[in-house]
């Protein structure tokens, strides 16, 4: 949080699970949290189809953060249920507060909230993931006590050097 914006009343924060009326929100918050000069390698990408498709799917593990009829904040995960296991994992798939809002204690509130919501729905494992340089998102989750940390490398190919691509472009000039 700046030094020039005032703590906000967690006391009156609503989290909620989110509701159609949210989409809009969520969607622009998501659009200034998830920036591609913030998040150069994101191997998923943010875009109307996530919070839509969360939603549609798994809207009982789709969460907002309210404060004074503004959503501030959000955390969007789905259940995953292996065939044939016992386990069920929850997956906190997005989460983001207000950038004027950061270190409030919001990202706090949603993490709790997300994980009673996954205990209900009987997961045994919640799993979050980010970029290993993000050090803010690190020090929160594990102090929401994710540990067990793997490394995963994700690659990306530029194709626009590819010869077709050369030559679709060509075609289309």
Known sequence: ???????????SLDIREM?????????????????????PSLYRTWDEYEPVSLF?????????AELNGKVVGFAL?????KRHSAWSYGYLTWLA??????RSGIASRLIQEIT????????????????AENAP???????????????????????TSHPKYRRMRRRKS
């Open 1 to 11: 949080m700046s030094d020039d914006t005032p703590t906000p009343d967690l006391d």
């Open 19 to 39: 509701e159609l009326e949210d989409l809009s929100a969520v969607y622009a918050l998501g659009e200034k949290v998830f920036t591609a000069d913030m998040w």
């Open 56 to 64: 549609n799917s798994d809207g009982e593990f789709c969460l907002v």
């Open 77 to 81: 995960g789905s259940l995953i249920e």
């Open 97 to 102: 507060v207000e950038p004027g809002m950061a």
């Open 116 to 131: 009673e919501v996954f205990i209900t729905a009987r997961a045994r494992m919640m799993i979050v993931d980010t970029d």
């Open 137 to 159: 998102a690190l020090k929160l989750f594990r102090k929401h006590g994710f540990d067990n940390e793997d490394q995963h490398i994700y690659l990306s190919k530029n194709l």
